[in-house]
């Protein structure tokens, strides 16, 4: 199912259960109850919970947006690496320059077809990348220059391998949840507080009130489905966050998705 049409439904329903709490309270109130007017306490008591929630709401998505900012910062580190290890390999002979390019492309190949879907699904990446990154380093390694060319080609080589390698290393350790799970039921239950407390304001029905009651609801229900959204550094689904690979590797990200 489409995490839009899951946020659609959500919305829907919260929206739906709010007004329809609203009239069957309008319903049920007393006819010596006067809902004109609220006591002071209360609107107190209801700015100071909505103003705390909406501090907390707004570092939760500070924190996600910044681990998710984090995360694409190391594929696209990862990725530039690779590309820089295959256009530096051209001053070599083309035995050598293919195989390191090879070598390359196996990683790549390996990483968008196979560690990608592991690491959307919450799962460790593979041991499999890591062995291919470190044949290519070892490959490179003993690859002894024969000319100033190469020498000067060597280093640079090695240095984009291992910003490759430190890259891959902050790409797996950043998969999982940005947010505690307490951090979560905090989120959760103050969005049904703040909600709830629309109904201690004693909302009438007109058509206003309940407007605002449920456009208030949806917007509570669509910032949390955002911080959930973000609080996965590489989505929920497909892999669309591989896209510096897909980019700098596109005839491999093809037949990697075949």
Do not use: K
Not at 75 to 84: D, G
Not at 173 to 199: A, H, K, N, R, Y
């Amino acid at each position: 199912m489409s995490e839009w049409l899951v946020l659609a439904i959500a919305m829907a329903l919260v929206c739906a259960l709010v007004l329809a709490m609203t009239v069957v309270r309008h319903r049920r109130v007393a006819d010596d109850e006067d809902t004109s007017e609220t006591p002071d306490v209360i609107e107190y008591m209801t700015m100071m919970v909505g103003v705390v929630y909406a501090i907390v709401l707004g570092l939760a998505i500070a924190g996600v947006w910044e681990a998710r900012g984090a995360a694409e910062d190391s594929v696209r580190r990862e990725a530039q690496s690779l590309y820089e290890v295959t256009q530096r390999a051209d001053v070599y002979p083309g035995p050598v320059r293919d195989r390191i390019r090879g070598e390359v492309d196996a990683y790549v190949a390996h990483t968008v077809s196979v560690d990608w879907p592991r690491l959307v699904s919450g799962q460790d990446a593979s041991a499999e990348g890591a062995q291919l990154l470190g044949r290519l380093r070892t490959d490179v390694t003993h690859q002894s220059p024969a000319n100033e060319l190469q020498a000067q080609a060597y280093q640079p080589l090695l240095d984009h391998i291992a910003a490759a390698d430190d890259a891959r290393h902050s790409r797996t350790q950043s998969d999982e949840s940005t947010l505690p799970s307490v951090v979560w039921f905090g989120l959760v239950v103050g969005g049904l507080v703040t909600i709830g407390l629309i109904f201690t304001l004693q909302i009438r029905r007109s058509g206003r009130e309940l407007l605002l009651a449920g456009l208030f609801s949806a917007l509570i229900v669509f910032l949390l489905f955002m911080v959930w959204s973000f609080d996965a550094p590489y989505g929920r689904d497909g892999t669309d966050s591989a896209g510096p690979f897909q980019d700098l590797f596109p005839a491999l990200s093809v037949t990697a998705s075949r």
